[in-house]
């Protein structure tokens, strides 16, 4: 008996889901640049301010690592063959849409697919950007599309936002968010989305979608990381010169709000405040950097 060989799957809607080492191994060298400029405000200046940044800032660094972890995954679209970025290998992935073509896809068994028309999320995944009239939306339930019985408020900033549709056996099926400086309101009903953003005109964007990256490969703020060390050797210089004042028993004079807080605080905590400003700031830069060049490296 000659063995047996089985082909990979040949279905053209369908394309195989693998770990990107790449990838991974880009996001993890952003993770232990944002875990060791969280150790700054302690290293430059430790005073319980200072540890409470560098506390913060390390677990915002840990989120990156577990997300290094957790989105290697790359596949080709279904749909126009261009790479996508950021999926989870074990997860079902719904609410990624390609950013070639604007399919949205799903996946199981390390296989990528486009996604049903008609499946409904767990959670809502499926935006309709909106303006600042977003107009009523479709009269069919945003979780199943059944005819809609009543209209629940979906909630921005705690506040009564739209009323959405939805009927008799489903609730909490939108949420509001942000996609660039415009809202976008998230359905869990792909059919919905498409329904309610074919009357409007709307755009439709998926849960991993960016608005910046969308309208092109923003620009690295240099400015951003200039400012940030500025600030930080600000902080820095503060505390030699108030240490000297102190040495010298020269008085202490200047900005009314800074000699309060010095007499308050000290000179430590006085000039912790701009080391952890500084060192924030340097964390968005690293940030922002990081998310520049995976964009321009081709692999986000
Ligand atoms: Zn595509
Ligand atoms: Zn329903």
Same mark, same amino acid.
């Given at each position: 008996?000659?063995?047996?060989?089985?082909?990979?799957?040949?279905?053209?809607?369908?394309?195989?889901?693998?770990?990107?080492?790449?990838?991974?191994?880009?996001?993890?060298?952003?993770?232990?640049?944002?875990?060791?400029?969280?150790?700054?405000?302690?290293?430059?200046?430790?005073?319980?301010?200072?540890?409470?940044?560098?506390?913060?800032?390390?677990?915002?660094?840990?989120?990156?690592?577990?997300?290094?972890?957790?989105?290697?995954?790359?596949?080709?679209?279904?749909?126009?063959?261009?790479?996508?970025?950021?999926?989870?290998?074990?997860?079902?992935?719904?609410?990624?849409?390609?950013?070639?073509?604007?399919?949205?896809?799903?996946?199981?068994?390390?296989?990528?697919?486009?996604?049903?028309?008609?499946?409904?999320?767990?959670?809502p995944?499926f935006g309709v950007v909106v303006?600042?009239?977003p107009g009523?939306p479709?009269?069919?339930?945003c979780?199943?599309?059944?005819?809609?019985?009543?209209?629940?408020?979906v909630?921005k900033?705690?506040?009564?936002y739209l009323?959405m549709?939805?009927?008799?056996?489903?609730?909490?099926g939108a949420r509001v968010g942000k996609y660039?400086?415009q809202d976008v309101v998230r359905v869990?009903?792909?059919?919905f989305a498409?329904?309610w953003a074919?009357?409007r005109?709307h755009?439709i964007v998926?849960?991993?979608?960016?608005?910046?990256?969308?309208?092109?490969?923003?620009?690295?703020?240099?400015?951003?990381?200039?400012?940030?060390?500025?600030?930080?050797?600000?902080?820095?210089?503060?505390?030699?010169?108030?240490?000297?004042?102190?040495?010298? /028993?020269?008085?202490?004079?200047?900005?009314?709000?800074?000699?309060?807080?010095?007499?308050?605080? /000290?000179?430590?905590?006085?000039?912790?405040?701009? +080391?952890?400003? /500084?060192?924030?700031?340097?964390?968005?830069?690293?940030?922002?950097?990081?998310? +520049?060049?995976?964009?321009?490296?081709?692999? /986000?």
């Amino acid at each position: 008996m000659p063995p047996v060989y089985r082909n990979p799957p040949t279905d053209p809607a369908k394309t195989a889901l693998r770990r990107s080492s790449l990838r991974m191994a880009y996001d993890l060298v952003l993770a232990v640049a944002l875990l060791a400029v969280a150790t700054i405000p302690v290293v430059v200046l430790a005073s319980w301010i200072t540890w409470i940044a560098s506390i913060f800032l390390s677990l915002l660094g840990i989120g990156m690592l577990v997300l290094a972890f957790q989105f290697p995954g790359v596949a080709d679209c279904p749909g126009c063959r261009k790479k996508m970025y950021g999926l989870s290998l074990g997860g079902d992935n719904i609410g990624h849409q390609c950013e070639g073509c604007g399919l949205f896809v799903s996946s199981d068994q390390g296989q990528v697919m486009p996604m049903p028309e008609h499946w409904s999320a767990i959670i809502p995944a499926f935006g309709v950007v909106v303006d600042a009239t977003p107009g009523d939306p479709p009269e069919i339930c945003c979780v199943c599309t059944a005819p809609a019985t009543r209209k629940l408020p979906v909630l921005k900033d705690k506040k009564p936002y739209l009323d959405m549709p939805h009927c008799a056996d489903h609730h909490d099926g939108a949420r509001v968010g942000k996609y660039g400086d415009q809202d976008v309101v998230r359905v869990r009903s792909l059919a919905f989305a498409r329904a309610w953003a074919a009357t409007r005109g709307h755009e439709i964007v998926g849960n991993n979608r960016n608005a910046d990256k969308d309208r092109g490969i923003p620009p690295i703020p240099w400015l951003h990381g200039l400012v940030s060390f500025g600030i930080l050797a600000f902080g820095v210089s503060v505390h030699a010169l108030l240490g000297w004042a102190e040495a010298s /028993g020269s008085p202490i004079v200047g900005n009314a709000l800074m000699v309060l807080l010095y007499a308050i605080f /000290g000179k430590k905590v006085l000039a912790g405040i701009f +080391v952890c400003i /500084g060192t924030f700031a340097l964390h968005g830069f690293v940030m922002r950097f990081g998310a +520049v060049m995976r964009v321009r490296l081709g692999i /986000g």
